[in-house]
């Protein structure tokens, strides 16, 4: 970055999140907003705030003609893309509450939050989507229109569909603000829980707005900045990470192609700021380590010394002697260069990181920094800072934002970050935000001074029969950096020890199975016992650090990843663990044949 430089928006300055998207335009008219891939043209597209502002002012013409009143539901169903943003604009201007739903979630969850939500106009992405809503067609009724971002070629089954090119068509004019309170009702964002129906949560603009002004006092981000967005816009997140704070500090938002293409973006657009969760990070580990296994001993001792040297220089502050230039070069920069070169910050979120992870990263010279939060709090409750990184914790709370222990160790915070309630729902809202307004969390933590550190979930922590207690999340993700290991989910409730089922990778599984003699067209070769021994014998080095009674003793193999689409992942990728264990009972059972 050569010109580095502030522009954050003080919040008093702003009434709402549309007053904080009209004062960006005031002030940089003329700077890059937003960047996307035109698939037509082969070519990255880039809006200034200017242009962006034009495309808000169309959207908020077209929303004006279709009969809505303050405060209805607008739902949101599209990949990451400017439009998101700009429909999320225009809908907040005119007082309306965007409803995002995930492009990939099942169609009986879209039901239910398009019914529970009242939603009344749909904005989504093509003929995929639409396909998608097929099994709910009867459901919904209460759509007074559907808006598709792609041309629909042929007859529709759904009369109440435009296109964007035509819902817009010859609309110009100036952006309309109607006037918004700080407490009015922003949006719903229904949390995908791992058990239960969705519950919506309602987030004013006051609550997003004072998290992420309270984000901009602990970081700094400049207007020279420019974020990667891949994680989905429904997810707040990324909603709050790479939309809102990118207005309210000034800086560029390249939307990602795909998680597929994300090698090749990052290549491209050269980002400096990355927000991700542990998984990204853990694939692109389990890549590297998969590589180096290829490469020649020395190659590995220099990755390793570079690793090594890289995390004794951040332990030290710097320094690294004479040894760290040589090593950076030969392998610390080659590695940063595939990440685009100029990634200054690396943000990750959503779940636990692994610490060998973020030692491997922040070695080879990855400012990485691990925060945490929830849709309940607007997200974000703490983060670590650039100055004060403490990898194996979550950071310290934001300025603002009060955290402590209550009872059994569960951490409770409150601010103006917390959330509104659930929507229909006061006896949920009761049972998480108290009478003095402190929400409880669920998570299990320890401070470590400022630092927040997170030991468990309350609910989902493994009872042995002999009483020991075990975070099955810690261990998944130990075992899952074994690049064999594609998911991993740890059974043990009220048994005498722990098992596992395991989803392998399906190429690093038919390269072992060659080495094993075994026909992998045959089911039979996942319950080769040669290869469970073998399977097992990995999974007791991922997890060595565990203490004695937290060993896995039997291990099922499986193929079929649990996925969005067969309800064992939510759509925010947390493992669905009632459904799973539901689901493989049998092969549970004769993990513990005989005991």
């Not at 915070?413 to 729902?425: A, E, K, L």
């Not at 998480?432 to 998570?443: A, K």
């Not at 045959?522 to 016992?529: A, H, I, Q, V």
Request: net charge negative; with cysteine.
């Amino acid at each position: 970055m050569n010109n580095v430089s502030l522009d954050v928006i003080p919040m008093d300055e702003v009434g709402s999140l549309f007053g904080l998207f009209q004062e960006r335009v005031r002030r940089t008219p003329e700077s890059a907003a937003y960047r996307s891939f035109d698939a037509h043209t082969s070519r990255w597209r880039e809006y200034t705030w200017t242009q962006a502002a034009a495309e808000v002012a169309a959207i908020q013409t077209a929303l004006a003609k279709e009969g809505l009143q303050r405060g209805d539901r607008v739902g949101l169903m599209l990949r990451n893309c400017p439009q998101w943003v700009f429909f999320e604009q225009a809908a907040l201007g005119l007082g309306l509450v965007v409803v995002p739903l995930y492009t990939n979630d099942r169609a009986e969850n879209l039901a239910y939050v398009l019914q529970d939500a009242g939603v009344k106009l749909l904005m989504l992405e093509g003929q995929s989507t639409l396909d998608d809503l097929v099994p709910i067609g009867a459901q919904l009724g209460g759509l007074t229109r559907l808006v598709s971002l792609q041309k629909i070629e042929g007859e529709s089954a759904y009369p109440r569909l435009l296109s964007l090119s035509e819902w817009t068509e010859g609309n110009t004019g100036a952006l309309q603000n109607v006037g918004l309170d700080m407490d009015d009702l922003a949006t719903l964002v229904y949390t995908s829980g791992t058990t239960g129906r969705p519950k919506g949560v309602m987030l004013s603009h006051r609550n997003i707005l004072f998290n992420v002004d309270a984000a901009l006092q602990a970081f700094d981000i400049y207007t020279d900045d420019v974020f990667l967005s891949f994680l989905p816009l429904s997810h707040m997140l990324e909603r709050s990470l790479g939309e809102y704070i990118p207005i309210m500090a000034g800086s560029t938002v390249a939307f990602a192609r795909s998680v597929q293409d994300l090698a090749e973006d990052l290549l491209s657009q050269h980002p400096t700021v990355l927000v991700s969760v542990p998984r990204i990070y853990e694939r692109v580990y389990n890549k590297i380590h998969s590589q180096l296994e290829s490469k020649s001993p020395l190659a590995q001792r220099l990755f390793h010394a570079a690793v090594e040297t890289g995390w004794r220089r951040f332990e030290n502050g710097g320094g690294g002697g004479l040894a760290w230039p040589v090593l950076k070069k030969l392998v610390a920069s080659k590695i940063m260069d595939k990440l685009g070169g100029r990634l200054r910050l690396a943000i990750c979120g959503g779940a636990a990181l692994s610490p060998e992870v973020a030692k491997t990263f922040i070695g080879l010279g990855l400012n990485l920094l691990q925060g945490y939060g929830l849709t309940e709090t607007s997200p974000i409750i703490s983060g670590n800072r650039m100055d004060n990184n403490k990898p194996e914790t979550v950071g310290e709370a934001l300025p603002g934002v009060e955290a402590k222990l209550g009872a059994d160790d569960e951490l409770l915070t409150r601010s103006p970050s917390v959330m509104m309630g659930y929507w229909n729902n006061p006896d949920a809202t009761k049972e998480i935000i108290d009478d003095d307004g402190w929400l409880h969390t669920g998570d299990k933590v320890r401070f470590d001074g400022k630092h927040i550190r997170i030991t468990g979930r309350l609910k989902e922590i493994i009872v042995l029969s002999n009483g020991e207690k075990v975070p099955p999340a810690d261990m998944e993700g130990a075992i899952t950096l074994n690049p064999m290991i594609e998911q991993a989910l740890v059974v043990g409730e009220g048994r005498p020890f722990l098992v596992a089922l395991l989803v392998l990778d399906k190429q690093a599984w038919a390269r072992k199975a060659e080495q094993l003699g075994l026909d992998i067209s045959s089911p039979e070769s996942l319950r080769d016992p040669e290869a469970k021994k073998w399977l097992l014998s990995n999974v007791a080095g991922q997890i060595k650090d565990f203490p004695g009674y937290a060993k896995v003793r039997a291990v099922d193999l499986q193929l079929e990843p649990w996925a969005i689409k067969n309800a064992t992942l939510t759509p925010t990728m947390k493992l669905r663990r009632s459904v799973i264990i539901k689901n493989n009972e049998e092969r549970i059972a004769q993990m513990y044949d005989g005991h």
